[in-house]
């Protein structure tokens, strides 16, 4: 066994921010009425996570890179034939990991755009109208139980590793090292690599807030009535 460093420092941070935020997100809009805005700050905090962490899976270290842990049929037949060995995502926790990350594009994605008919409007509502925003709240709420079910399979496969397989998936994302027999430390990333994703999530942010959108006209001025004498 030797000490490898597995998950880099934005990884890591990538990680438990989404945590954060998509449980904001959750309670707030169970909440609703004024926690709302909470949710649509959240939902701008998932959006800016998600295309950090695009970024991250093509420039990022080692085993943050789709390249290393996105792989086809015959990896996966292997892996659960027990054959596959390595460090990081393993073949079937990475459909786990784009599941993840493709529901939870498509949720924000919609609620850029969405409305609540009552005081809540999404950042870019007025790009689409009420009547196509109507129906991207309707795919909004329609794909929230599967991003419930996939966080609980997530949770469920960590306490699986945890106590069958002993091997605890969490420690590692907290500390960034991990005690393996067969892997190497991840390499890549650095600052430049990390300043072009974070410029890209935050752009991704300020245009998702509705920023640039130009203002909305004035109101049209009250009719006024000629006095009566």
């Known amino acids: ?104 594009s498509l949720l924000v994605a919609t609620g850029l755009f969405a409305n609540d008919d009552i005081a809540f409007e ?21 794909i929230e139980p599967l991003i419930i079910f996939l966080v609980v399979a997530h949770l469920a496969a960590i306490v699986f590793y945890t106590l069958v397989k002993k091997d605890n998936l969490v420690k590692p994302m907290f500390r960034g090292w991990k005690d393996s027999e067969h892997g190497e430390d991840a390499r890549g990333g650095g600052l430049v690599p990390l300043m072009v994703a974070l410029v890209v999530a935050v752009s991704a942010v300020v245009f998702g807030s509705g920023s640039l959108l130009p203002p909305p006209p004035p109101p049209p001025p009250a009719a006024t009535s000629a006095p009566a004498f």
């Not at 295309?51 to 892996?79: C, D, E, K, N």
């Not at 999404?122 to 329609?142: A, E, F, I, M, Q």
Request: glycine fraction near 16%.
């Open 122 to 142: 999404g950042p870019l509502y007025t790009l689409v109208g009420k009547d196509l925003s109507d129906r991207l709240v309707g795919v909004h709420r329609l």
């Open 1 to 104: 066994m030797k000490r490898i460093q597995l998950w880099d420092l934005p990884t890591r941070i990538f990680h438990w921010a989404l945590v954060i935020c998509v449980a904001g997100a959750f309670v707030s809009v169970q909440i609703g009425g004024n926690a709302m805005v909470w949710h649509g700050r959240f939902g701008l905090g998932v959006l800016g996570l998600l295309v950090f962490r695009i970024v991250w899976g093509f420039a990022g270290s080692t085993y943050a890179r789709f390249s290393q842990f996105v792989r086809g049929p015959s990896a996966i037949l292997a892996y659960l034939r027990g054959d596959w060995k390595g460090e990081g995502h393993n073949p079937l926790g990475a459909l786990s990991v784009l599941g993840l990350l493709g529901v939870l």
